[in-house]
Each structure stands twice: as C-alpha cells, then as structure tokens.
C-alpha cells in the first residue's frame, strides 16, 4: 500500500468515525428532550394539560382555515357565472372545496329558479310621443332585479306604449292563493307615474283607450297557473281601485263570471271614435259609468280615465299593414278575417289607421289554434278581392317560449 493510500484510508475512516459520533451525539440529544418532555408532563396537572392541547388544536385549525380562506378567496376573484354548463368529474375536482360548495348551492338555487311560478303582465299606456314621459316610465320598469321588462312596443300613430314584464310569485303554503310578487309593486309605481304625467285630456291618438291606463292583461307562464294569474290581476285592481280611486272593469278569468274583454269593451263604447271617425280624443266616457266597475268608484276622472284588468292565455299579436285609407271597406276585411265573423278561429282583430296611406289590421290570435301565416294569408285573399295591396305584417311582441327564454337568461345571469 503506498502512502497516498494509506492517507486516502486513514482520511476516510476519520471521516466515518466522526459521523457515527455526531450521529450518537444527535440521538442522544433527542432522547434528552424527550425525557424532558416527560418530565414536564408528569408535573402538569391535567386540566392544564388538556388546555394546552384545545389551544394547541385551536391554532392549528386557524391557521389552516385562514391558508383555505386564501385558497378560496383568490378561487373566487378568478371565477366567473358558469350557468348551466356541465362539469365532468376530472374538473370538478380541480375546485377547492368550499368554492365546490359554491358552485352546488348556485346551482341549486338556478335549478329552484326554473321550477319557480312566473307571471307576465302586458301594460298598456296612452302615451307615446312624450319621449320624456315614456323614458321615466321605461326606468321604473327596470330598476328591480327581480322583475324582468321584456319588451317596449311603442307606436306614434296610435299614441300608445306597452311593457311585458314578468316576474315570479309565491304562493301561501295553507290556502295556494298568491302572497307576493315583487312585480305587484313595480307596476303600481309606473302606474302612478303615467297618471302624473299624463293628462287624457289632452291625448289624441288612432288606437281606442278609455283611460291613460288602458288595459293590463296577466298571463301565467313557467309553471303558473290560470288562477294564479287572476289573483294577481284582482289584487293590482284592488290597489289601484282603492288607494288610485280610479275605476276598474275585470275580465276574463279575473272576472267573477268569466266575461270576455270584448264585451266590457262594447259596453263602454271602446270601439266607436269620437273625432273625425278615426281617432279617440280626451275622454271617452261618461262622467257617470254606464256600468258598474268590479273596483274604485263609480265616477270617471276625466284626467285619469277608466282601466280594464285581466287574466287570459298568452295571445299573439301580429299587425298586417293594408296600403288604403278607406276604412269602412278594411272594417269589412277584418270582420271576415275575425273568429266572431266567420274567419279564422280564436282571432280577434280591429281596423286602425296607421299613416297618412295604411290602415293596420291589429290582430290577436291562439298559437295552438292559428298561425300567424294564416292570418296573413286570409287578409291577403280578402283583400284581392277589393284590389287592395298588403304588405307583410309583423309581430309586436314575442312568443311564450321565446318571453320564458329571456326572462330566464337575464335573472340566471344576476348573482
């Protein structure tokens, strides 16, 4: 063995001794500590020691609850509405816990919300050229989150506005009948805006109204039924009757014995013009009612008018222009085209001017029953025969499927 190697070996065993020996050092010192620790429990009395071992607990718990806070926390900032899409196993294990729970009881809530009862309600005011008056009324519409407008239909010709809004309900557990809809007050807020602002006094316009109100029609939708559509129709009537003192006349399923809208309307005279044979101006009706209203009183504010209130099936509604002035011949068109005329089943329709060179025949009709191609159809036939022209007409507001669409995508996007 030659000295460069007796040297190597002799280096490396040091070596090897001298861990061995920190080693023993190191264990020995860690035996020490734990004779100590010992030692120190023996002479701790236990109630002390069990302490000891809550707080010890406590503050391990809190520092791990704060460190999946801060996971949670920074999950959240990154995490934007995912509605309804789906999730595979593989992603929702990449969520943190509490974040999960997030997502589940989200969920849970949209799921609760597609099962809610949902009513529509149509307004209908007379006014349309006063931009400012329109736009207050539009804003009211919109400020509650949980009441959806829907659509603004205006038409300068008739002076005329309506709103679809819808909103949902909630029905007593005991007795069924509705206890709340956020819509309920809405709508008396833009009621009372439109009866402070607008005078029917001074209105004019080519579409009947017996009041600055004219007309609210209730429709059930998602889940809600007929029923729960007329109480809530009688219930605004009560409101506006009472604490508005304005009359109301009740129709459809509202109404105790089920009269038809039309019919109330023949016996206030809705459909006869008093200037000019083509417009309503100012008040239609007299200062005493013909006939006795379902609410409010029986005498007429000539600025305020008359309301009708009801509850019916979603109709269509569907306007076909006819390029003529000669109204007394496009009555006669209508009348043919209408259910109650021999026509087309279901469809109820009315002859409006419209323009310096249309007469619109405005229709409401049943989706089940008939379809918006057939009425355009009738009116065009019918019209040949008096060689007069029709354009395509046009929808004013949307469908049933289309209105629960909308209503849903809006209030499932709000958190």
Known sequence: MTLTSIRRH???ASQRNSWVSCTHRTRERERERERERERRHRSTPPLRRRTQRKREGRRGRAEEGMEEQK???KALDAYTPLGFELYSNETLQIFHPHLLVHLLQKAKAKLSMLKSKVICCKLYISESQNAKVVDAITRIGQKDPEVVLLSKFEDDH?????YTLASYIINENSTGEVK????????LEMIEKAFSTINLETHTGTHPRIGVIDDMSFH????????????LAKTVASDIGNFLQ??????????PTGKPVTAVRRELGYFQPNYMGIQWMG????????????????????????IMIGAAPLPLSYNVPVLSKDIPTIRRITRRVTGRGGGLPTVQALALSHGDDCTEIACFLDPDHVSADQVQQQVEQIAAEQGLEVEKGYFTDFSKDAMLEKYFKIVLSVD
């Open 10 to 12: 002799s280096s490396t």
């Open 71 to 73: 996971h949670t926390d």
């Open 158 to 162: 008739y002076n005329r506005v309506r």
């Open 180 to 187: 709340f809809s956020p819509m309920r007050r809405v709508l």
């Open 220 to 231: 059930p939708l998602n889940q809600a039924t007929m029923e729960d559509a007329a109480q």
């Open 246 to 255: 304005v009359p109301v006349f009740l129709y459809g399923a509202a109404h």
């Open 283 to 306: 008040q239609v009706l007299p200062d005493i009612l013909p006939v006795k209203p379902d609410e409010g009183p029986d005498h007429v504010s000539r600025e305020r008018g008359a």
